[in-house]
């Protein structure tokens, strides 16, 4: 059973950070390329950043040198340390499999996911 435990949100203020976790499970977590994602209230899910299982990576522009994505491929665990964040950063955040960059999540299901509030 695919699972997907994200954790580490919480409300900061503009210009903080915070590290996301995701821990995932039921999977050969190697073999595949790790997604974040975010979903603001009233839109639809974005791609935020992705890495390869080789630590090759990718970010959507509004994140680019801001965020930086990781991953412990001995601890099936992805992570998203996000500086300098912003108001627009605020949503809540999932992880997901994808066989490339860019490509349709690999799983259906979808963990928790985790809320971040950028406020003062």
């Known amino acids: 059973q695919v699972q997907f435990v994200e954790s580490g949100g919480g409300l900061v203020q503009p210009g903080g950070s915070l590290r996301l976790s995701c821990a995932a499970s039921?999977?050969?977590?190697?073999?595949?390329?790790m997604s974040w994602y975010r979903q603001a209230p009233g839109k639809g899910r974005m791609l935020v950043a992705g890495?390869?299982?080789?630590?090759?990576?990718n970010y959507a522009d509004s994140v680019k040198g801001r965020f930086t994505i990781s991953r412990d491929n001995a601890k099936n665990t992805v992570y998203l340390q996000m500086n300098s964040l912003k108001p627009e950063d605020t949503a809540v955040y999932y992880c997901?499999?994808?066989?490339?960059?860019?490509?349709?999540?690999?799983?259906?299901?979808w963990g928790q996911g985790t809320q971040v509030v950028v406020s003062s």
């Open positions: 997901n499999a994808v066989t490339y960059y860019s490509g349709p999540p690999r799983f259906s299901s």
């Open positions: 039921g999977f050969t977590f190697s073999s595949y390329v």
């Open positions: 890495i390869t299982a080789g630590g090759n990576r």
